[in-house]
């Protein structure tokens, strides 16, 4: 059954640690207490409410990883909304943002972006972020008591983020403090989170995934953040050696990198085991389940989340419940079922669109009635992914639907083809994508990026053994690398068009 909105605010969760239990680590710097976290939250939220932010306004944060960025977003969610935003955007990029968003204000490192600084708006406030050995940074404002009594309410938006927008303008998601919350207290619960773990934050924290799944619920559970400045396959092995982390959650790219590494640091895996790994945003190709859990010695557990759903939506759980390979797992605080084109429940076993409903799912875009009369049906939402419940209520994702390839009304789902190729010992990774065809509609290809050389005959023969005919991708393109979004995504609608592929 899905959860009721749990009422708290981001402030409220911060309440839930022991005053002096670790509650940040920077590899190399000295840890950060919960009492020190809260009073440095106060610190900054005192100092922007007396600078005329506060419930309402919109704050522009372009900081990386680390803990100024924790810091400086629970600030700013504490009294306002915060606009995290990718450090690495263009002037144009971060210009529409400002604007989209309304920004009154950007947070940033002294010296650092000047993108973001050039593209800022006539009345933009520019705030700089500055260490500080007492409270871990300060803002270049003037000092000021913190007002709790105008500090934001469960209902306020805590954070305003936006959808991928490959094919259309991103959309507003405005995330108030009762989803945030609710959805960590599910993860809470999924994973069984206490004051014992330490998660490795690798996740970049402008994206929904490292905020919440990392960041939020660790805080909310009284545990230990360990944040570095970044996700970083070869520095990866030395913090787990020296801070012991008990879990991370990461998108499967980050989990390949790892793989590649892992042979050579196996002391290290050994000498500090993982109690989980987490794997989301991106669908885990079985194959690489399997290997992760034979590396490191841990059950790997795949979730499912969204932006809308202000992340996690399904998850396999802990053992001994069983983990499937294939699937994202039961919906946990979280109702999930499948329904049809025209708003149908599908029963087990039938393919649909996926859909779910529960206190941590936001109550609409902002300001676009046309997306949410879409987007919403009889109190559920629709995610936009194919798949099906199993008799034991796991969830199998089948594809995003407008990822599917549908040739000659055959509609194929391409992580099946994604996951056959990666079993050929030669491919590192695949991309299964639809190209336009003049009389099918659509037909199927594959991009690879190989660790030995292999002919294209010899990877179509190889699908040929596990996949039926139309299905069988009828071009290979091998590749350097596979196109990305900013937090690892693969890039599978504009694939044709990437690579100048045309009818």
Not at 22 to 44: D, N
Not at 253 to 275: G, S
């Amino acid at each position: 059954m899905s959860r009721e909105p749990v009422t708290s605010t981001l402030l409220d969760l911060l309440e839930r640690g022991a005053a002096e239990h670790p509650a940040l680590l920077e590899p190399g710097q000295p840890s950060l207490s919960y009492a020190a976290l809260r009073t440095s939250v106060r610190t900054l939220a005192g100092q922007l409410q007396a600078a005329g932010i506060g419930r309402g306004d919109r704050v522009a944060i372009a900081l990386g990883n680390g803990p100024e960025m924790v810091l400086a977003f629970l600030a700013v969610a504490s009294v306002a909304s915060a606009a995290p935003l990718n450090p690495k955007y263009r002037a144009d990029e971060f210009a529409f943002y400002y604007e989209d968003t309304n920004a009154k204000a950007l947070l940033v490192l002294p010296g650092t972006l000047e993108a973001a600084r050039a593209a800022l708006l006539p009345g933009m406030r520019l705030i700089e972020v500055l260490p500080d050995p007492d409270h871990g940074i300060v803002l270049d404002l003037p000092a000021a008591p913190f007002q709790a009594d105008q500090a934001a309410q469960p209902d306020d938006v805590a954070m305003i983020l936006h959808t991928s927008g490959t094919t259309s303008r991103p959309k507003r998601v405005p995330i108030r403090h009762r989803n945030l919350a609710t959805s960590a207290t599910n993860i809470i619960e999924t994973y069984q989170l206490g004051p014992a773990d330490r998660a490795l934050c690798v996740m970049p924290l402008f994206h929904i995934h490292g905020i919440v799944a990392s960041l939020l619920s660790t805080l909310a559970s009284g545990g230990t953040l360990i944040c570095p400045s970044g996700f970083d396959a070869l520095r990866f092995w030395g913090w787990v050696e020296a801070y012991q982390p008990t879990w991370y959650s990461a998108v499967p790219t980050m989990h390949q990198l790892l793989l590649a590494r892992a042979e050579r640091n196996m002391a290290v895996i050994r000498a500090h085991p993982l109690r989980f790994i987490r794997s989301s945003s991106a669908p885990l190709p079985p194959v690489v389940m399997e290997r992760l859990e034979a590396t490191f010695g841990a059950p790997v557990l795949e979730s499912y989340g969204m932006t809308e759903a202000s992340h996690q939506m399904a998850s396999n759980p802990l053992p001994p419940a069983p983990r499937k390979a294939g699937s994202v797992g039961v919906g946990i605080g979280v109702d999930v079922a499948i329904m049809d084109a025209e708003g149908h429940m599908l029963p087990v076993g039938e393919r649909g669109e996926v859909v779910v409903r529960g206190g941590n799912v936001v109550d609409g875009y902002e300001n676009n009635p046309e997306a949410n009369a879409n987007a919403f049906t009889h109190g559920w939402f629709r995610t936009g992914d194919q798949g099906y419940l199993d008799n034991a209520g796991y969830l199998h994702l089948t594809g995003r639907i407008k990822e599917l390839i549908n040739r000659g009304g055959e509609k194929i789902s391409p992580l099946e083809i994604d996951d056959v190729l990666l079993r050929h010992p030669a491919v590192a990774e695949a991309l299964a994508f639809a190209v336009p065809h003049p009389t099918l509609g659509e037909d199927v290809h594959a991009a690879v990026v190989l660790n030995t050389p292999v002919s294209e005959k010899e990877l179509r023969e190889h699908c040929t053994r596990s996949l039926a005919d139309f299905k069988v991708p009828r071009q290979i393109h091998v590749l350097e690398s596979l196109p990305r979004g900013a937090t690892g995504k693969l890039q599978r609608i504009t694939m044709a068009k990437t690579l100048g592929i045309t009818e």
